[in-house]
T-cell receptor, first 112, second 111 residues
Framework: ETGVTQTPRHLVMGMTNKKSLKCEQH?????MYWYKQSAKKPLELMFV???????ENNSVPSRFSPECPNSSHLFLHLHTLQPEDSALYLC???????????FGPGTRLTVL | SQQGEEDPQALSIQEGENATMNCSYK?????LQWYRQNSGRGLVHLIL?????REKHSGRLRVTLDTSKKSSSLLITASRAADTASYFC???????????FGQGTILTVHP
């Protein structure tokens, strides 16, 4: 798990707050991903970045705003979230977009 | 609709027994991957099997792929209590990096 780190590990926020999730990979990979894991639902891909360019937005609401300043860092900016956005948010990286993905430990988000 | 569906949803076995989990999918794939997740934590990649492969091994893990039936199985031999986790299959259908995960199988191995 130390190859991909995520901060914070736990986050509680109100619906009017603005917060950011951070992901960093130390593996020299070129692709990074955000996933959402809700209870009783399959893991859902949110965004894909390849060489810092966004290549996939899986119909994610605009209250989730990703940012990839370089191949090692990925952020997910959150604003005016809803209680149903409470979930485990997982970051992953891979050497290229056709290789296996390495996941971080996740950020457990609770929206009040 | 989701691509991979695992069966069974939950499996409970004794240490030393073998565990078999199945995955079915709907569309053609480039590869199929199996991941493990310990409670509330990140996923760990186990095995990737390409569409032109039929079987792969890694330690106590054996994965098969039948593209004609659009199904895969994961066999864990001589299970240990530490194998207790959720196991997911994920399909790569060619939209680069876009893995589609199933609901997972919850495996419990009793000491």
């Amino acid at each position: 798990e130390t190859g991909v780190t995520q901060t914070p590990r736990h986050l509680v926020m109100g619906m009017t707050n603005k917060k950011s999730l951070k992901c960093e990979q130390h593996l020299g990979h070129n692709a990074m991903y955000w996933y959402k894991q809700s209870a009783k639902k399959p893991l859902e891909l949110m965004f894909v970045y390849n060489f810092k360019e966004q290549t996939e937005n899986n119909s994610v609401p605009s209250r989730f705003s990703p940012e990839c300043p370089n191949s090692s860092h990925l952020f997910l900016h959150l604003h005016t979230l809803q209680p149903e956005d409470s979930a485990l948010y997982l970051c992953a990286s891979s050497q290229t977009t056709v290789n296996e993905q390495f996941f971080g430990p996740g950020t457990r988000l609770t929206v009040l | 609709s989701q691509q991979g569906e695992e069966d069974p949803q939950a499996l409970s076995i004794q240490e030393g027994e073998n565990a078999t989990m199945n995955c079915s999918y709907k569309t053609s794939i480039n590869n199929l991957q199996w991941y493990r997740q310990n409670s509330g934590r990140g996923l760990v990649h186990l095995i990737l099997i390409r569409s032109n492969e039929r079987e792969k091994h890694s330690g106590r893990l054996r994965v098969t792929l039948d593209t004609s039936k659009k199904s895969s199985s994961l066999l864990i031999t001589a299970s240990r209590a530490a194998d207790t986790a959720s196991y997911f299959c994920a399909t790569d259908s060619g939209s680069y990096g876009k893995l589609t995960f199933g609901q997972g199988t919850i495996l419990t191995v009793h000491p």
